[in-house]
């Protein structure tokens, strides 16, 4: 039996409403032959394989867009998140009514809809509607703070604290992916020591000096605080596109930091990646068995399990 797996970041309903994929299905072709501004769509997830991975929870992103991720578009985010947040409350129904052991977890990727007029009523109306994880950028920068691709990196914005305050006083679990560096830091300032965090899915900036991937400082950060980082497989991020570019990251973080063992876990960006994104031997949810034999051969079967869920399952239990 494989061993137990979270998966901190998947964009299945991007996916699955763009792609126009049946989650039901085992994955046969991961191309879909749709397109999203200009990029080819790709199907990695599906619940059959997921079981077949013994996969027990995968975070279901709900990333707000539009067309050339316009973010002056309010509207047309707020359709957005309603329409992928509703689908994964569909997704969760049919899942129970077949029996089926996987947990979605529903986060939100970005909050660029968000004013000052309107904040307070969002994140409520987010309490309700079960949303358990919140990242509030993605790569543009925005009213609430700077995102990962900024050219002047100022940090949070003071509504971007009083937003970060209030998801810790609502009990939302903080992503910290997608956030540029000065508002990673901002955002530690404000949160407590005790409250549960997470780069969802990135990789390590020592390695690959991506603008998504994390320095050195923001790594020890995570550690200081018993947080969560989840190691993606984007292409782009890894620096390279075999396992063996991939396991640099994995053994920098639990190599180089006393503690490291502690925070690495899961965070592929499943379903949310484009063919020119795709690695060799990590393309789909079944390549996992892969991933695992090839850790099981190099490292203990404690610091697997690590990994796979149990450092991503102490967030879910705060």
Not at 71 to 79: C, E, G, H, Y
Not at 171 to 188: C, M, P, R
Not at 234 to 260: A, E, M, N, P
Not at 265 to 272: K, P, T, Y
Request: glycine letters at 6%; aromatic letters at 12%; one cysteine or more.
């Amino acid at each position: 039996m494989p061993v137990s797996k979270i998966d901190l970041h998947c964009d299945i309903s991007f996916c699955a409403l763009n792609g126009k994929v049946d989650l039901f299905k085992p994955i046969e072709n991961v191309f879909t032959e749709r397109f999203w501004d200009d990029e080819e769509i790709i199907h990695q997830i599906s619940i059959p394989d997921a079981l077949d991975t013994n996969t027990v929870a995968l975070f279901g992103v709900i990333f707000p867009y539009t067309q050339n991720m316009d973010i002056s578009r309010k509207d047309d985010l707020i359709k957005s998140y309603k329409e992928q947040s509703s689908y994964y409350d569909n997704l969760i129904e049919d899942l129970k009514n077949k029996n089926i052991n996987i947990k979605i977890i529903k986060h939100i990727e970005s909050l660029y809809f968000l004013d000052e007029n309107n904040y307070l009523s969002f994140l409520q109306e987010f309490k309700r509607n079960n949303i358990k994880s919140i990242g509030i950028m993605w790569n543009k920068d925005s009213n609430l703070g700077c995102g990962n691709a900024t050219e002047t990196d100022t940090g949070l914005t003071d509504l971007g604290r009083k937003v970060i305050k209030k998801m810790v006083e609502m009990g939302f679990i903080i992503d910290l992916a997608h956030t540029s560096y000065k508002t990673f830091f901002d955002i530690l300032e404000i949160v407590p020591d005790n409250h549960p965090l997470m780069c969802s899915h990135a990789n390590v900036y020592s390695i690959n000096p991506h603008h998504r991937n994390l320095k050195d400082d923001q790594i020890q950060a995570l550690i200081d605080r018993d947080a969560v980082f989840g190691l993606s497989f984007v292409k782009g991020f890894v620096g390279g596109q075999t396992i063996d570019d991939w396991y640099r990251h994995f053994d920098y973080v639990v190599s180089k930091f006393d503690g490291g063992e502690n925070i690495v876990a899961l965070g592929s960006d499943f379903d949310g990646m484009f063919k020119s994104s795709l690695m060799h031997g990590l393309e789909k949810i079944s390549d996992l068995v892969r991933l695992e034999s090839y850790l099981l051969d190099r490292t203990e079967r404690d610091m697997v399990d690590k990994f796979f869920w149990h450092n991503a399952d102490k967030i879910l239990k705060f």
